[in-house]
């Protein structure tokens, strides 16, 4: 009997604000700048690339482009978009150990 795989999209599994923040969280922890502008775009496909091109002005096309795996986003547009789903960041000291 073959088995069948369906592909995971993390974007099916962020419902809620809550969820959100978690998730970006771990991803900025990671440092990887590609890596948080990826999981920036996931977020913006679950609340809807459409919706989220009317709020920001930016195009459809450029939402995918700048955060795809190979995206990189300008400051600006990572702030736009952040806060047109209704997150920020904060800054926080790390006291090494």
């Known amino acids: 009997m073959a088995e069948t795989f369906t592909e995971f999209d993390p974007a099916d599994y962020?419902?809620?604000?809550?969820?959100?923040?978690?998730?970006?969280?771990?991803?900025?922890?990671?440092?990887?700048?590609?890596?948080?502008?990826?999981?920036?775009?996931?977020?913006?496909?679950a609340k809807g690339m459409t919706q989220l091109s009317?709020?920001?002005?930016?195009?459809?096309?450029q939402l995918y482009r700048s955060f795809s795996a190979k995206g990189n986003p300008t400051l600006k547009t990572f702030l736009t978009v952040m806060k047109a789903l209704g997150i920020d960041m904060t800054a926080r000291l790390h006291v090494a150990h």
């Open 54 to 61: 009317k709020e920001t002005g930016l195009s459809r096309e």
């Open 14 to 45: 962020l419902h809620t604000p809550e969820a959100i923040v978690e998730f970006m969280n771990d991803a900025l922890e990671t440092g990887d700048a590609g890596y948080i502008a990826k999981a920036l775009g996931v977020v913006a496909r």
